[in-house]
């Protein structure tokens, strides 16, 4: 009888004909030769990557993003099922892919500039509905590398700097207006009080260093 060791970081699916399949734990296993089939699993985390791809936004703009998704097989049982004809790391892979474009399509070119993160939860949530399809856990999903057209992207960075500018403009008049209510001010106080005159008049001497000059004459006359 063939022997077969599996690692603390695995375990072994034992499919038989006509039998319940069987889970081996860790160690070293004796198995039967004919009629059975021995799928190893690995439960370390694992990284699919969804190569970059062109969608269409529901605008009509084709941008091209890609996405990642780590997971671990935590019901090896489970895993095997759903991926007895087929790779489970390809069926994960069409799933993502699917949703990727799904969320992509349902989202304007220009909210996607202001959404990636939750463009990301979103796909994450979506993610999960494959835990118990294919008996995993989803560590990780999001969508990464969103990227425009050259002729939009100018655009954009042309918004952009449109925006910048009108805060500048918007914060000089600020400024300016406050500029003006504070002379305004200044004016009224003087107006008023013509002793002002005087004190400021003291007060650009001491500043500037100079000297001044009283006339006493006038001073005696009074």
Same mark, same amino acid.
Do not use: C, W
């Given at each position: 009888?063939?022997? *077969?060791?599996?690692?603390?970081?695995?375990?072994?699916?034992?499919?038989?004909?006509?039998?319940?399949?069987? *889970?081996?734990?860790?160690?070293?296993?004796?198995?039967?030769k004919s009629g059975e089939r021995v799928t190893m699993i690995d439960l370390r985390p694992t990284l699919v990557r969804i190569a970059g791809q062109e969608t269409l936004t529901a605008d009509g703009v084709s941008v091209r993003c890609g996405a990642t998704v780590t997971y671990k097989i935590t019901d090896p049982l489970g895993w095997t099922n759903a991926s007895r004809d087929n790779s489970g790391e390809e069926l994960l892979y069409l799933d993502a892919q699917l949703a990727m474009r799904d969320l992509i399509a349902a989202?304007?070119?220009?909210?996607?500039?202001?959404?990636?993160?939750?463009?990301?939860?979103?796909?994450?949530?979506?993610?999960?509905?494959?835990?118990?399809?294919?008996? *995993?856990?989803?560590?990780?999903?999001? *969508?990464?590398?969103?990227?425009?057209?050259?002729?939009?992207?100018?655009?954009?960075?042309?918004?952009?700097?449109?925006?910048?500018?009108?805060?500048?403009?918007?914060?000089?008049?600020?400024g300016e207006q406050a500029t003006l209510r504070s002379l305004a001010n200044a004016a009224r106080q003087l107006e008023s009080n013509p002793q002002l005159h005087q004190l400021r008049a003291l007060i650009a001497l001491e500043r500037g260093g100079g000297q001044l000059v009283i006339n006493t004459s006038e001073s005696k006359a009074n």
């Open positions: 009888m063939p022997k *077969i060791y599996v690692q603390d970081t695995e375990r072994a699916v034992v499919l038989r004909s006509g039998a319940q399949p069987m *889970i081996l734990p860790p160690g070293t296993h004796r198995i039967k989202a304007d070119a220009t909210a996607l500039l202001s959404t990636r993160t939750e463009m990301s939860k979103a796909f994450a949530e979506q993610m999960a509905h494959a835990e118990q399809a294919y008996g *995993i856990t989803v560590v990780n999903a999001q *969508i990464r590398d969103i990227s425009f057209p050259g002729d939009l992207r100018t655009k954009f960075a042309q918004v952009a700097l449109a925006k910048q500018e009108s805060a500048a403009a918007l914060e000089r008049a600020r």
